[in-house]
């Protein structure tokens, strides 16, 4: 079993930035696929990031490309969001996943743990 713990969130002006963690506990990380996913009031849970077992490879959704980041430090066994220019559709709550398999995917049902979540409010 892995236990994720988010923490990070909280509320920001419109252009700030925040920086999510994730922190696992119960086994090492280190050949588990992670991502990172949101929902806001109403929606379904969307694919935000995910990150190859090595970092090497990540994947963004098209909405956050180029203002996020996806980090991981398998040492320390914790996962990073570094959210950049943020916006007030980026409102939501944000969950770790992990997958473990090697490979990313961008759908919810694929990942196998997760994390409490951690609310991000942008406000304009």
């Known amino acids: 079993q892995v236990q994720l713990v988010e923490s990070g969130g909280g509320l920001v002006q419109a252009g700030g930035s925040l920086r999510l963690s994730c922190a696992a506990s119960?086994?090492?990380?280190?050949?588990?696929?992670m991502g990172w996913f949101r929902q806001a009031p109403g929606k379904e849970r969307e694919f935000v990031a995910a990150s190859t077992p090595s970092g090497g490879i990540t994947t963004y959704a098209d909405s956050v490309k180029g203002r996020f980041t996806i980090s991981r430090d398998n040492a320390k066994n914790a996962v990073y969001l570094q959210m950049n220019s943020l916006k007030p559709e980026d409102t939501a709550v944000y969950y770790c996943?992990?997958?473990?398999?090697?490979?990313?995917?961008?759908?919810?049902?694929?990942?196998?743990?997760w994390g409490q979540g951690t609310q991000v409010t942008v406000s304009s």
């Open positions: 996943a992990a997958r473990t398999t090697g490979w990313t995917t961008q759908t919810p049902a694929q990942y196998n743990y």
């Open positions: 119960g086994r090492t990380l280190s050949s588990y696929a």
